[in-house]
């Protein structure tokens, strides 16, 4: 098996969970290259220079991890998003030029100080994120001209930016929730509530477009008889006089039901890009709603696991329940519905071989819909498949698919 090139934070969950597999197979450990010094302007020719894997020029698997977990990472990512930046490379912005919602330079970007939280300038950070993919792009290819991903640079900008996602799965044909509108036509609160009225649909979800992990997500319904509104959302609010409000991310959901408090989250969320679409109610159990998880490893589902909550939220580090598809008691039929729909979702975008598809089981008809597409989804603790864990049985597949092209 060719040598393994983690892009990573050598610390994280994901990247240690690959390591711990690979020496578990017998493997030699990937060569992990920080974010940091990537994003301090140290090449991947300068990181893998001395390294033996690469002595022989063997074109690496490359595996671009997340880069969350890092205020540094974070920091510089941002800096790298703004329009003062060096080397603005937007080719892999999947909707093209995009503004950000009142820029950080480079230097204001510098002096960003950490609060466990706070949601800084996701909309800068994104294109920070996808001008560092298309540079790893560059600098791999100059260096192996037959490198290979796990994921490529231009499918985790695409699965990262949730309004191009539903484009994406629209196109291919996956059931999606309807979306409410084309962005651009939801400007601000009094536009979002105006097309809610106008298109009949009074519960939606408004979802920050590059956020991830219920970050920055509120469920939003207004009585049409009554105007009273109720929006649901991890996103807290620290207001001041003499400053700019503060944004975070709050671990238990929030329950707003002052209309100027709504008017603000949603006015920000706007601002920095999102995403507007139907809210169908999900099938529950115990009168408690859940969605599945199901991982997708070249072309085909694996592991999969049921999320439970109390709040329309079930992402797991919210504390919802985790359990097996088969705990759950669902039809055969219905669990294959849901691993083809998640293949389907997967398949739509071109170069990539793992993603973690979020399923919706809308109550009554149990009709699949696809929520959400992530490339990093496969950090899920306590779900086997055919005895493996997910990196192993990554690992696995991997390997069969070079041995098939070999």
């Given at each position: 098996?060719?040598?393994?090139?983690?892009?990573?934070?050598?610390?994280?969950?994901?990247?240690?969970?690959?390591?711990?597999?690979?020496?578990?197979?017998?493997?030699?450990?990937?060569?992990?290259?920080?974010?940091?010094?990537?994003?301090?302007?140290?090449?991947?020719?300068?990181q893998?220079?001395?390294?033996?894997?690469?002595?022989?020029?063997?074109?690496?698997?490359?595996?671009?991890?997340?880069?969350?977990?890092?205020?540094?990472?974070?920091?510089?990512?941002i800096?790298?998003?703004?329009?003062?930046?060096?080397?603005?490379?937007?080719?892999?912005?999947?909707?093209?030029e995009?503004?950000?919602?009142?820029?950080?330079?480079?230097?204001?970007?510098?002096?960003?100080?950490?609060?466990?939280?706070?949601?800084?300038?996701?909309?800068?950070?994104?294109?920070?994120?996808?001008?560092?993919?298309?540079?790893i792009?560059r600098?791999?290819?100059?260096l192996?001209?037959?490198?290979?991903y796990?994921?490529?640079?231009?499918?985790?900008?695409?699965?990262?930016?949730?309004?191009?996602?539903?484009?994406?799965?629209?196109?291919?044909?996956?059931?999606?929730?309807?979306?409410?509108?084309?962005?651009?036509?939801?400007?601000?609160?009094?536009?979002?509530?105006?097309?809610?009225?106008?298109?009949r649909?009074p519960?939606?979800?408004?979802?920050l477009?590059?956020?991830?992990?219920?970050?920055?997500?509120?469920?939003?319904?207004?009585?049409?008889?009554?105007?009273?509104?109720?929006?649901?959302?991890?996103?807290g609010?620290?207001?001041?006089v003499?400053?700019?409000?503060?944004?975070?991310?709050?671990?238990?959901?929030?329950?707003?039901?002052?209309?100027?408090?709504?008017?603000?989250?949603?006015?920000?969320?706007?601002?920095?890009?999102?995403?507007?679409?139907?809210?169908i109610?999900?099938?529950?159990?115990n009168?408690?709603?859940?969605?599945i998880?199901?991982?997708?490893?070249?072309?085909?589902?694996?592991h999969?696991?049921?999320?439970?909550?109390?709040?329309?939220?079930?992402?797991?580090?919210?504390?919802?329940?985790?359990?097996?598809?088969?705990?759950?008691?669902?039809r055969?039929?219905?669990?294959?519905?849901?691993?083809?729909?998640?293949?389907?979702?997967?398949?739509?975008f071109?170069?990539?071989?793992?993603?973690?598809?979020?399923?919706?089981l809308?109550?009554?008809?149990?009709r699949?819909?696809?929520?959400?597409?992530?490339?990093?989804?496969?950090?899920?603790?306590?779900?086997a498949?055919?005895?493996?864990g997910t990196y192993?049985?990554?690992?696995?597949?991997?390997?069969?698919?070079?041995?098939?092209?070999?």
């Open positions: 098996m060719d040598p393994m090139i983690i892009v990573g934070n050598p610390d994280n969950k994901r990247t240690r969970g690959v390591q711990e597999a690979r020496l578990a197979a017998g493997l030699p450990p990937a060569v992990v290259l920080p974010y940091l010094e990537l994003l301090k302007g140290k090449s991947i020719a300068e893998v220079a001395m390294t033996e894997a690469f002595a022989n020029d063997r074109a690496p698997l490359i595996r671009i991890d997340a880069p969350g977990e890092d205020f540094e990472v974070e920091r510089c990512l800096a790298l998003g703004a329009p003062d930046a060096e080397d603005q490379d937007d080719r892999l912005l999947p909707l093209g995009l503004d950000a919602a009142q820029p950080l330079s480079v230097q204001a970007a510098g002096r960003l100080r950490e609060h466990p939280g706070q949601l800084y300038h996701p909309s800068q950070w994104y294109r920070g994120y996808t001008r560092l993919l298309a540079t792009e600098d791999a290819k100059m192996w001209p037959e490198a290979r796990v994921n490529e640079p231009s499918a985790i900008a695409g699965m990262f930016d949730k309004r191009y996602t539903h484009r994406v799965m629209t196109e291919a044909g996956v059931p999606v929730p309807r979306r409410l509108a084309d962005p651009a036509e939801l400007p601000d609160y009094e536009a979002l509530r105006e097309t809610m009225r106008a298109r649909m519960r939606v979800f408004v979802k477009a590059t956020g991830s992990g219920a970050c920055g997500i509120v469920a939003y319904q207004v009585n049409p008889a009554t105007g009273a509104e109720i929006a649901i959302t991890t996103i609010i620290e207001n001041y003499a400053k700019p409000p503060v944004y975070y991310n709050a671990l238990k959901p929030r329950r707003y039901t002052d209309s100027v408090l709504i008017r603000q989250v949603i006015n920000w969320l706007l601002r920095h890009g999102a995403h507007a679409e139907q809210w109610a999900k099938a529950s159990v009168d408690r709603p859940f969605d998880r199901q991982l997708v490893v070249g072309g085909e589902a694996c999969g696991l049921a999320r439970i909550s109390r709040t329309p939220f079930t992402n797991l580090h919210l504390r919802s329940e985790r359990r097996s598809l088969d705990a759950m008691g669902l055969s039929e219905l669990v294959q519905s849901v691993r083809e729909i998640a293949e389907r979702a997967t398949a739509a071109a170069g990539a071989s793992i993603a973690g598809v979020d399923v919706l809308s109550a009554g008809s149990l699949p819909y696809v929520l959400d597409v992530n490339p990093f989804g496969d950090l899920l603790y306590r779900v498949h055919e005895g493996l192993e049985w990554e690992l696995r597949k991997l390997a069969r698919l070079e041995e098939m092209k070999a």
